[in-house]
């Protein structure tokens, strides 16, 4: 069960106060953008949760207009490990007349990142997630931040019919060379599937961006 909490945000501030204890060193910033419905909010969720168990209809996912939450990284030699305070917003925002209220056409301060989530189950959203990158390019232009394309629920395809409602992974991969995505990953935040590979990833895509 999912449930509307907060739907204002939270000012920067109080993100900031509520995770004062962990001597954060450095704030990374990106957004996470798709259809309504697309798990945008359960992924966030996940990403807080990284080594929880799976998800069910007990769980209460909040939803924010923007969020933040600490993370110790240990990234690689030559990155820069260690604390980070990560910082996201939402678009559409749950909320899109509250504050924090994302767009395509509100850029977020120091976006370092743009992750686009897609549904695999739900093939129809090819359009509209090409319409959509499409809009942050005429908006950014040259200054387009990196981005890479999600699929989410894959714990919802099912491979024994023959006629897909949605689309493969290897669908997904042509579909993230179409739009011109650093990369292409499918995970379950519900049943807590390749969420942590993804995260790791966005990590690294962010910090060499910032």
Same mark, same amino acid.
């Given at each position: 069960m999912s449930g509307l909490l907060n739907q204002h945000g939270e000012s920067i501030l109080t993100l900031k106060n509520s995770i004062r204890d962990t001597q954060v060193a450095t704030n990374i910033y990106f957004?996470? @953008?798709?259809?309504?419905?697309?798990?945008? !909010?359960? %992924?966030? &969720?996940?990403?807080? *949760?990284?080594?929880?168990? /799976?998800?069910?209809?007990?769980?209460?996912?909040?939803?924010?207009?923007?969020?933040?939450?600490?993370?110790? @990284?240990?990234?690689?030699?030559?990155?820069? !490990?260690? %604390?980070? &305070?990560?910082?996201? *917003?939402?678009?559409?925002? /749950?909320?899109?007349?509250?504050?924090?209220?994302?767009?395509?056409?509100?850029?977020?301060?120091?976006?370092? @990142?743009?992750?686009?989530?897609i549904d695999v189950n739900e093939r129809e959203?090819?359009?509209?997630?090409?319409?959509?990158?499409?809009?942050?390019?005429r908006y950014f232009r040259q200054n387009m931040p990196p981005f890479i394309l999600v699929g989410t629920k894959m714990d919802l395809r099912d491979d024994t019919l023959e006629e897909q409602p949605g689309f493969s992974t290897h669908e997904g991969n042509i579909l993230a060379s179409v739009i011109r995505a650093t990369g292409y990953f499918e995970c379950s935040a519900w049943e807590n599937v390749g969420v942590r590979q993804l995260f790791d990833n966005i990590l690294r895509l962010v910090v060499s961006h910032t």
């Amino acid at each position: 069960m999912s449930g509307l909490l907060n739907q204002h945000g939270e000012s920067i501030l109080t993100l900031k106060n509520s995770i004062r204890d962990t001597q954060v060193a450095t704030n990374i910033y990106f957004r996470l @953008a798709g259809e309504v419905g697309v798990g945008k !909010s359960t %992924l966030f &969720a996940r990403f807080k *949760d990284l080594n929880g168990p /799976p998800y069910d209809e007990t769980t209460e996912i909040p939803h924010f207009n923007r969020s933040v939450f600490g993370v110790n @990284a240990e990234l690689e030699p030559g990155w820069n !490990s260690g %604390l980070y &305070a990560v910082i996201v *917003d939402f678009e559409p925002a /749950p909320d899109p007349w509250a504050a924090y209220a994302a767009s395509f056409r509100t850029a977020a301060p120091l976006l370092g @990142a743009i992750v686009f989530c897609i549904d695999v189950n739900e093939r129809e959203q090819i359009a509209s997630l090409e319409g959509r990158v499409a809009a942050y390019r005429r908006y950014f232009r040259q200054n387009m931040p990196p981005f890479i394309l999600v699929g989410t629920k894959m714990d919802l395809r099912d491979d024994t019919l023959e006629e897909q409602p949605g689309f493969s992974t290897h669908e997904g991969n042509i579909l993230a060379s179409v739009i011109r995505a650093t990369g292409y990953f499918e995970c379950s935040a519900w049943e807590n599937v390749g969420v942590r590979q993804l995260f790791d990833n966005i990590l690294r895509l962010v910090v060499s961006h910032t």
